[in-house]
């Protein structure tokens, strides 16, 4: 038999800017498969996903971690079939993207439980994208981006651009002492080689996840970053997606999506979607983590030959209506017709 193909696990927090770095990557290197895990039933990410010809596979509706460990399993079959029955180009290296909430312990167990998988597939890395804006914030607040803190490899600062030297030296330092295993670069550094790099066998146990109640010392004693807000427990985010038909004028989408932060507040953790607007030809790519600035991109053309517009909604919290509600609204004001609309 051949050697195991390694995988590598591309995690980070909710809109830390794995996507952005993972389209660098295809950019660079053409003998990658990547699966791409989302939270919700609705996918944009694969669709945003540079075409070079890479196979790409969505794994949606919850966490490769736990909700479609089964889903990864197949996918994982099916890529090693499909290459070797000569249907797809020899990749070299499995790059799977997580969602933002993935718990990377449960990812590598899917491996280590499959027979089969494990003598032909091999965890290679664990690399979690830290976003400098708002990932001291994330860490004190979410045990996953503690969990995928303490599960990397190697840890990549995102969005270096947006804070200043001492900023950015803070939280390096803080993620060393959370994992001081893991070397701590900038994204903008980390070429596509990077997915070729062999890192010292670790035990992975997990450490965070697991004992939710022990969230509280957790956070406290290992963290320096330790705030005075509640943890929110495990997974206690709640996605939401929209997809509908009909343009949308400009004007009104952007009153939408203010009037829809506003509503949410603090409990915005993700906001993205392709929008069909009035007079263009492309979608609009709209893009909200947490607070920080909202982006709104045309594109040129519809990535993926799925035309809908689409909308997904991530908030924190216990109420998975919360996120619905706040659809529900974004519907009403802009008269998006009920019928042939989809709630994921
Ligand atoms: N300024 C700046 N923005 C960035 C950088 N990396 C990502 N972003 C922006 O951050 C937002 C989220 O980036 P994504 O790459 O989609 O993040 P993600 O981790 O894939 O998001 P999810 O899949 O939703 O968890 C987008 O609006 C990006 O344009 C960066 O290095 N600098």
Redesign the pocket.
Known sequence: MTAPTPLVVLT???????????NRWLGERGDLAVIIN?LGDIGI?QD?ARKVGAPVSLLAGGCVCCAVQGTLRTTLRNLYMARAAGDLPPFSTVLL?T??AADPFGVVSVLEQDPWLRKRFTLRSILT?V?TVAGEAALARYPEALEQVTAADQLLL?????VDAGARRALADALARLNPDAEVID??DAGADLLDRDFPRRCRITGVLAPLSGMASVSTSMSPLASTAAPVRGHALQPAGLRWRGRVVYERLQAAVAALRDDAGDDLV?L?GLVAIEKLDGPLLI???GA?PL?MTPLPAWPGGDEDSRLVV?TAGDDPAAPRRLLRDWQRRLEIATEGNEHA
């Open positions: 980070g927090f909710l809109g830390s800017g794995k996507t952005t770095l993972l989302e990410d945003l993207e969602t933002g994208t976003d995102t969005k270096t651009d947006r994204a903008a993700r993205k893009q909200a983590v920080q982006e991530i």
